[in-house]
């Protein structure tokens, strides 16, 4: 009785799962616009900004590996 139970339960949950993925196939109409010069540019895809960045870490960077420029005896 277990067996014909789990068989029927499996055979049920094969069905309902190939009913969702039928569902899945169906075609909304949906339209999806993308359009990324839609509403001017973003300040980061900017040149300049990337060239002050760069230059602002590189500034960090020389001021941390040289330490100030002091030495102690």
Known sequence: MKQVIQKTGM???ALLT???MLAQDKDKGLNVD???NKGGSDWY???W???IGAADFII???AILK???RKEA
């Open 49 to 51: 900004v990337w060239a």
């Open 45 to 47: 895809a900017q040149p």
């Open 18 to 20: 190939s009913i969702l």
């Open 67 to 69: 330490g100030g420029g």
């Open 34 to 36: 993308v359009d990324v």
């Open 60 to 62: 960090i960077i020389v």
């Open 11 to 13: 055979a049920l949950f």
